[in-house]
Each structure stands twice: as structure tokens, then as C-alpha cells.
């Protein structure tokens, strides 16, 4: 896949360990939007996974204009709250990959070229180093409010479409 687009939208984490599995989840329900109501071209949907950190950093492109992480992160809320941050304000060691690299850091390569958001989630649970498949419904129901985020810093107009009720296929 290239990853070419003027804005990439970008889901983060491990569907096999609960609320980890928000950023993919995220995805995965605006694939499904898009399929009925496409989004504008140049805007590219990327289900991330677990090595987002480390493959993303390593394609970056000057081609991109704008980027949106999203995933969970510890933010100090009730389960399912949302943020919008600027990359700046990501605070460094609370966003980790394993390999405790700040997610900041390869950020600062290309975030002078490329706006940078990440879109956060407070999970209620993550399993790690159990599998547990499947979000938390603090966090399952947060994915519409999720979407609408991402379409209000697009400056898109949200379809008016239920999420379905199914566990994400993950």
C-alpha cells in the first residue's frame, strides 16, 4: 500500500488486548462509512496496528499535509473520554511503544512539514500481557464521537449513519 495522501488518518494499537484496540476500531468503522459515503481524495484510512510507531515514522512522506493518529493513551479521565492534541502536547513516556521510544521523537523529524494531531481515548481496560479481544463498551461507544472528531478537524460534513452493533472484527 502506499501511503501517499495529502492527509492520513492513522488507528493505533492491539485488538488483542481490549481497549488497546480502539485505534483500529476507529478505522475499521470509517472503512465501513466510506464504502456508502467516500471521503474527499487525498484522505487515506490506515489501520495502523501495533507497529504504527515504528513503520510510519520510517515512510515519512512531503507529500503529507496533515496526519491523525488516533489511539489510547492514559489522559487521567473516565473510561471513553476523548482528546484532541496537538503532537506538542503529547506528554513524552506517556505515550510509549514498547520499546519505551517516546512516540514524540520520530515525530520531530517531518512535523515541521506535516500538522500533526493524535486523537486519544481513555481506555478501562487493557489486558496486556493477557489477550482479551474486544472493547470495553465505555470505549466501544466512544468510536461515533471518535469519527466526528476526525471529521470536524477535516472540516467535513459527518454522514448521519448508526454504528453498527457488532464486535469489530479484529
Not at 8 to 31: A, R, S, T, W, Y
Request: aromatic content about 8%; hydrophobic content about 35%; proline content about 8%.
Amino acid at each position: 500500500m502506499l501511503y501517499d495522501a495529502d492527509i492520513m488518518i492513522i488507528g493505533c494499537g492491539n485488538v488483542l488486548f481490549k481497549d488497546d484496540g480502539f485505534g483500529p476500531g476507529v478505522i475499521q468503522e470509517m472503512e465501513r462509512i466510506n464504502k456508502e459515503y467516500p471521503l474527499p481524495d487525498g484522505i487515506q484510512l490506515v489501520d495502523g496496528g501495533t507497529s504504527a510507531p515504528h513503520y510510519v515514522f520510517s515512510l515519512p512522506n512531503p507529500r503529507w499535509k496533515k496526519m491523525i493518529l488516533i489511539d489510547i493513551m492514559d489522559i487521567n479521565e473516565e473510561p471513553g473520554t476523548l482528546k484532541l492534541l496537538d503532537i506538542d502536547e503529547t506528554p513524552k513516556g506517556k505515550y510509549d511503544d514498547p520499546h519505551s521510544i517516546g512516540v514524540t521523537d520520530p515525530f520531530d523529524d517531518f512535523k515541521n512539514h506535516c500538522e500533526i494531531k493524535v486523537l486519544v481515548c481513555q481506555p478501562e481496560t487493557v489486558s496486556s500481557p493477557y489477550v482479551e479481544l474486544g472493547l470495553t463498551d465505555k470505549v466501544k461507544n466512544a468510536i461515533s464521537e471518535a469519527i466526528t472528531m476526525v471529521y470536524d478537524e477535516l472540516k467535513l460534513e459527518k454522514p448521519e449513519i448508526k454504528l453498527e452493533e457488532k464486535e469489530y472484527e479484529f
